[in-house]
């Protein structure tokens, strides 16, 4: 299996290889450099081999896409037909979730909680939390037998810290860090601390409730790109998985063949 795993989210679009299965490289580009993503898909599609079964000299590979933001989507459609004269199979289209849902409308949970969700779930086998900690912070819960039960989701820092900026007049812009004390000794730091522990504490009391409803503590899971900034004061976390979301999108394409493989 050869694929090329496109995970766009609402601020960094992130590119996989795939290779006979084998996880090779993630790149990770902002959504609205297009003349960068270019370079990127164009670079990893050039080192998937030429089928041998092809007259034409077409690559043996498939080209996978989970998105949170239809109008990047269209944009990397755009942009792989026009270089690479090939089509896309988008997650939740014309690929199926690879996960039951136990939720009120299925097709209006984002595709990337579904995947990384079930990514977890196949390492774990067993009740597990998937916290993405990205634009937005989700947590979400994926009971013992392999359903997704439904989350929280919170903004990420990112967003309170602008909305801070923009409801008041004196508070500043900030970008959050891990603090070097609990508590800030001006309004800067004193932000920061609020913000960095309001979302460590927010992780581990939605946790502990999940765990009060199943009835044990579930494994549970970091990833995002704002997970590497709390990780190492979230002790209640079992891992940290970067970019879950494409190994995700690769699971989810071989539970798909898998699927079609039983049909025939």
């Known amino acids: 299996m050869n694929l090329i795993a496109i995970d766009i ?67 990397v459609r755009r942009i792989i037909e026009d270089l690479l004269q090939e089509k896309i199979m988008l997650i939740g289209d014309n690929i199926p979730l690879p996960m039951a849902m136990w939720v009120d409308d299925p097709a209006k949970v984002g595709t990337d909680r579904c995947i ?18 990205g634009t937005a912070l989700t947590i979400d819960l994926v009971d013992e ?25 004196l508070l500043p812009q900030i970008q959050v860090k891990k603090p070097d004390n609990p508590y800030g000794k ?16 927010t992780l581990e009391e939605v946790i502990r409730r999940y765990a009060e409803k199943i009835g044990k503590w579930p494994q549970t899971v970091l990833t995002g790109s704002s997970a590497n900034i709390i990780k190492d004061d979230c002790q209640f976390i079992d891992s940290y998985v970067p970019n879950l979301v494409v190994k995700g999108i690769a699971l989810a394409y071989r539970k798909y063949l898998d699927g079609k493989s039983e049909q025939s």
Do not use: H, M
């Open 145 to 169: 037998n392999g359903v997704f039960q439904g989350g929280v989701i919170c903004p990420g820092f990112a967003i309170e810290a602008k909305a801070l900026k923009e409801g008041t007049a």
């Open 116 to 133: 990384s969700a079930a990514a977890a779930y196949a390492v774990v086998q067993d009740a597990v939390v998937v916290v993405d900690f």
């Open 186 to 201: 001006n309004t800067a730091d004193a932000i920061n601390c609020g913000l960095y522990y309001g979302a460590i504490g």
């Open 9 to 75: 989210g609402n601020t960094n679009i992130r590119i996989g290889l795939f290779l006979e299965g084998e996880e090779k490289s993630i790149e990770s580009v902002s959504g609205d450099c297009e003349n960068e993503l270019k370079t990127i898909i164009q670079s990893v599609w050039e080192k998937i081999p030429i089928s041998n079964r092809s007259k034409d000299k077409k690559r043996d590979g498939v080209i996978v896409v989970s998105s949170v933001k239809p109008q990047w989507t269209e944009s």
